[in-house]
């Protein structure tokens, strides 16, 4: 399954973004997507995950009340919007697609994904 994330870039504390998650020969419609981030020198930490349903489950409280996805199955993209943001959510954000979302905790294959800066 090959997906494109793209959106990263440099941003203020406090301020918002949205990175997207293209499915490139893959129509993500039939598919739960994730988004994990890496920060520097750790493993990749899954964020949230939105079921084929549209059901959302978070599993980082770094996400709580502050992050959430969407899906626009036209463009066959998912986002992961942020706001608030602050200098610990610096790192690299991938997204991932499997069957289900207890496929994707496990993902292992990951893409260029997209780099997020905050500065304060």
């Known amino acids: 399954l090959n997906v494109v994330e793209s959106g990263g870039g440099p941003v203020q504390t406090g301020e918002s973004l949205t990175v997207s998650c293209y499915g490139s020969?893959?129509?993500?419609?039939?598919?739960?997507v994730g988004w994990f981030r890496q920060v520097s020198g750790e493993e990749h930490e899954l964020l949230l995950c939105?079921?084929?349903?549209?059901?959302?489950?978070r599993y980082s409280d770094a996400a709580k009340g502050r992050f959430t996805m969407s899906r626009d199955n036209n463009k066959n993209t998912v986002y992961l919007q942020m706001n608030n943001l602050g200098p610990e959510d610096t790192g690299r954000y991938f997204c991932?697609?499997?069957?289900?979302?207890?496929?994707?905790?496990?993902?292992?294959?990951w893409g260029q994904g997209t780099l997020v800066t905050v500065s304060s």
């Open positions: 020969g893959v129509d993500l419609d039939y598919y739960a």
């Open positions: 939105m079921e084929r349903t549209g059901s959302t489950a």
């Open positions: 991932a697609a499997d069957v289900i979302c207890s496929a994707v905790v496990d993902f292992k294959s």
